[in-house]
């Protein structure tokens, strides 16, 4: 359970720096890259926190409350 832990703390990590590197990136392509590896992981990081705790939210689904077929 420790190693998981350890996993999930350093998915949370990444995804803030991600987010300050986001922040602090000049170049418009950069920025939504970083942008956008800081949501996945903290998607990622929330997604196992729930797996780990046993409380697993409704399924994902767009805005209008779809499903969101995986890919």
């Keep these: 359970m420790q190693d998981i832990s350890a996993k999930l703390e350093k998915l949370r990590t990444d995804a803030i720096e991600c987010a300050l590197i986001r922040d602090l990136a000049t170049d418009p392509k950069k920025r939504e890259l970083f942008g956008r590896l800081a949501d996945h992981l903290?998607?990622?990081?929330?997604?196992?926190?729930?797996?780990?705790?046993?409380?697993?939210?409704?399924?994902?689904g767009d805005v209008s409350g779809r499903l969101v077929s995986p890919q």
């Design 42 to 60: 903290g998607n990622l990081a929330q997604d196992v926190e729930e797996v780990v705790t046993g409380v697993r939210a409704l399924p994902r």
